[in-house]
């Protein structure tokens, strides 16, 4: 086994050598998110011309031999149109192999704890926007469909980047970062100039986005990590959780450890924007794990207005702090949204609990009324719905 002349190079480690084409050109193999999973070493390995010029990448196990051998074959037919017998296939497997049969011990290597004093002076959690966003910490935004949640953080990612305080309470100005796994290009796009109008802004006002969708969650964090290379973002969110699961059940406690690890300790805070279960729309849909990788759950919720302008054109929303680590939950933000029917969203503001307050439901149960307090209730055939009544048919008292 040769030994491999191992650099640290950021948050990654590479490895730079003269292509077995003899063609003069060297080649780049890079790894990042170097972990033990299911007792297992593995890593995201990116294979290049340099690391900005991948060529091939996959997030492999470090001892099996048939997921190397798989990346590399995939390298030297990008390369040179190589099959998996050609002499430099065969050399590209053999670098790859001893890069990564080294590369756990190098990661690990002399490090070691060290001593960690407390803070001298009582202090309180870095807030970027107090009861949604926190500095370098991972957050999930979850509410059920159709409750705003896309929209509302648009408005929160354009505020922190463009420095404007009149709507979302930001702490201070910074670069963000949306990952969009949602929406198509021009969707996206639309909703950004109505969120830049509302607040205030050119339409045209840009929002720096990584394109995921379709993608697994493999080739998504390296290019999260490039862009917050590239822009020094801090605060990153990411539209949404079930899109990136890419049909993996969020049930399962592998799906959460992969989703939320890996993009864990890139230097800017994660949040993530995910949806309620339909058979309960006051928790996050899937396993537990990814209650427990958040510092801060935040529910966002939407209710439709009961009087003065049509129920589809203007909207309650509350955000709440559901859960946080040694963080207590807070007041409730609350805001108005205002939309046209064809358009979309034209305006939105701060509002505050007297203009949304709870309600109670109308229903009839049995020989009464529900008279249930709801908060995201619907106003429909002049009856006010809890959730629990919401497409019933039966007519209020």
Known sequence: MTEIPY??????????????????????????HIRIEAGMPKAHIELGISKQDRIAADDLK???????????????????????????????????????????KFNVGSQSGSWVEGDAEPSAPNWAVPGMILVDSTSINFGNAGAGKSTLYRIVAQSLCYDIAVVI?????ADVIWVNAEESPDEHRR????????????????????????????????????AIA??????VFIDSLSRLAQGLSLNE?????????????????????????QENENRLSGSKHFTNAARLMVRVQARQSIGGVSPDLRR????????GNGIA????????????????????ERADAGEWPPLRCDMRVGNGQCRRLTWDGIFRGGVIRCGRHRDDDVDGG
């Open 329 to 348: 939950t807070g007041d409730e933000l609350y805001f108005t949204t205002e939309y046209h029917r064809d358009y979309g969203l034209v305006r939105v």
């Open 230 to 235: 590239a822009t020094g973002a801090k605060h």
């Open 253 to 277: 406690n592998a799906t959460a450890t992969l989703l939320v690890d890996s993009v864990a300790g890139m230097g800017a805070s994660m949040n993530w924007i995910g949806h309620t279960g």
């Open 316 to 323: 309650g929303v509350r955000v709440s702090v559901m859960k």
């Open 7 to 32: 650099q640290r190079v950021g948050d990654g480690i590479g490895y730079r050598f003269p292509s077995p084409a003899n063609d003069g050109v060297h080649l780049v193999i890079f790894a990042t």
């Open 169 to 173: 309470p930001i702490q201070q100005a």
């Open 62 to 104: 470090l001892l099996a031999s048939e997921e190397r051998l798989r990346l590399a074959n995939k390298a030297a037919l990008a390369l040179w149109g190589s099959g998996r017998t050609d002499k430099k296939a065969i050399a590209l497997d053999a670098e790859l192999m001893n890069f990564c049969l080294g590369l756990w």
């Open 191 to 226: 909703q950004i100039g109505n969120v830049n109008a509302a607040l205030g802004l050119e339409r045209t006002a840009p929002l720096y986005t990584v394109d995921a969708r379709g993608m697994p969650m493999a080739d998504v964090a390296p290019r999260i990590e490039r």
